[in-house]
């Protein structure tokens, strides 16, 4: 029988929403090596967010609305963000449908320390070529590095898969997307598409000789929906079949359920929204997941996976992690509204996924 557990929530500590598939105490000892990977959801940048990042001097600055979770990415070995917005220098800056942000979103990134930004997802072609090129430039600019969209075929032969070391765990990155919202990938440049036989042939191409986990940051699912359903399952089945054993996934904006096995990986099919002007109930919030990786002697892996839910606040679009915001003083109306996404979260995170 699979050690496959599906995790609901299952307990609290300093609370925070913890669900793990801890490894043994023998195992603990015949450990080599281990990382942390941090991931949030969708870093969205609707127009209020921003007009409220805009200062006196013309200047943006992010910094505040990541004021509360920004230690925890730090803290991390590798730290992941699902950038949903195009980025400019000069603008004109636009929210939904057609995203471009300011380049001080790339600023705040590098201000968490993120490690990695995926790019393949419905938004990334919103600005065409000229916003492909100018997001990977700026995210070049940073040394953040970045994957899913690319400017140019030498571009992509480059970065289509990210290899990341650390603790001496070697990982491979790839970044898929269902679509991109109806508009042609642009003449020249490349999206990683979430179809069979490119998501295929990307695989293929990772040098596992110099990897010990494939992980796969994945765009898919249904918007608003908040269960997994059967196309993102099938999709699961397809990767972990092709060597994936970690799928972040991305895009309804809700929170979805996921499980973790010890030995077989991870899967989250939903981390809902990182930050956004999404404030409607289910909206206004994510999960910021944890996955650690543990490295045994005989070159096995060991997983384990923790969330912790994030709520944003409208009025400064902090994104406040609930070891934070239990005690943080909140307006009544913002109390009522941040009790309600983390209930409706745990709710989320206990339903049963059982696939033994």
């Not at 449908?97 to 979103?105: A, G, N």
């Not at 179809?195 to 765009?219: F, G, K, P, Y």
């Not at 699961?236 to 970690?246: I, M, S, Y």
């Amino acid at each position: 029988m699979m050690r496959r557990i599906a995790f609901s929530l299952l307990f609290v500590i300093c609370g925070a929403f913890i669900a793990a598939q801890g490894i043994s105490s023998h195992d603990e000892a015949d450990a080599v090596g281990s990382l942390r990977i941090v991931v949030g959801g969708d870093f969205m940048q609707h127009a209020p967010q921003v007009e409220r990042a805009r200062k006196s001097s013309g200047r943006y600055d992010y910094t505040a609305s990541m004021q509360y979770v920004a230690p925890t990415f730090r803290a991390a070995d590798v730290a992941i963000l699902n950038l949903e917005t195009t980025l400019s220098v000069t603008g004109p800056y636009t929210g939904y449908p057609c995203f471009c942000s300011p380049v001080e979103v790339a600023d705040v990134m590098v201000d968490m320390g993120i490690d990695l930004v995926a790019l393949a997802n419905n938004h990334c072609c919103d600005r065409l070529a000229r916003g492909i090129r100018s997001t990977t430039e700026a995210l070049d600019r940073r040394q953040l590095r970045r994957i899913g969209a690319y400017r140019d075929a030498w571009d992509y032969e480059q970065n289509k898969v990210q290899y990341i070391s650390c603790e001496g765990i070697n990982l491979a990155f790839v970044n898929f997307t269902y679509g991109t919202n109806g508009i042609p990938i642009p003449k020249g440049c490349v999206v990683d598409m979430l179809e069979r036989d490119n998501m295929l042939r990307v695989l293929q191409s990772v040098d596992r000789s110099r990897v010990d986990c494939i992980v796969a940051i994945v765009h898919w699912g249904n918007e608003y929906e908040r269960r997994q359903n059967r196309q993102q399952e099938q999709t699961e089945a397809f990767l972990r079949e092709n060597g994936v054993d970690v799928i972040i996934g991305s895009h309804p904006h809700v929170v979805q359920p996921y499980w973790v096995d010890a030995e077989e990986g991870v899967t989250l099919y939903s981390l809902g929204n990182f930050v956004s002007n999404q404030h409607r109930r289910y909206c206004d919030g994510g999960l910021v997941a944890t996955i650690d990786i543990t490295k045994l002697r005989s070159g096995e892996l060991r997983y384990e996976a923790t969330v912790e839910p994030v709520w944003v606040r409208l009025k400064d679009y902090a994104v406040i992690p609930k070891s934070v915001g239990d005690t943080l003083k909140l307006s009544r109306t913002e109390r009522e509204e941040y009790n309600l996404f983390m209930s409706d979260t745990r709710k989320t995170l206990q339903r049963a996924i059982s696939k033994e």
